[in-house]
Nanobody, 124 residues
Framework: QVQLVESGGGLVQAGGSLRLSCAAS????????TGWFRQAPGKEREFVAS????????YYSDSVKGRFTISRDNAKNTVYLQMNSLKPEDTAVYYC?????????????????WGQGTQVTVSS
């Protein structure tokens, strides 16, 4: 089992940057694929980015491709989401999720563990 804690959210102006972190407990985090999802008020949770357990394979939603970068440091049990060129439509609660598979997924129901979320607000 793994516990996830997100951090790094906040208020930023459009065009700015933030880096989210997802710290995981447990000594086998390197066997967990990880994903970032977000949920804006009144909207369904949507996929943002994911990374395989090894870190070699990444996926991005079309809405963030070219602006966001997911990475991981298994030695630190941490996954990152670097967000650049932020837009007001990126405003949401961002969640980190993990599943004990090598391959990541873009569908939320395929993840077994979730963090509590961190708020990202982008002002225009």
């Amino acid at each position: 089992q793994v516990q996830l804690v997100e951090s790094g959210g906040g208020l930023v102006q459009a065009g700015g940057s933030l880096r989210l972190s997802c710290a995981a407990s447990g000594r086998t985090f390197s066997s967990y694929a990880t994903g970032w999802f977000r949920q804006a008020p009144g909207k369904e949770r949507e996929f943002v980015a994911s990374i395989s357990a090894s870190g070699y394979t990444t996926y991005y939603s079309d809405s963030v491709k070219g602006r966001f970068t997911i990475s991981r440091d298994n030695a630190k049990n941490t996954v990152y989401l670097q967000m650049n060129s932020l837009k007001p439509e990126d405003t949401a609660v961002y969640y980190c999720a993990a599943r004990q598979k090598q391959q990541s997924a873009t569908i939320s129901i395929l993840y077994d563990y979730w963090g509590q979320g961190t708020q990202v607000t982008v002002s225009s």
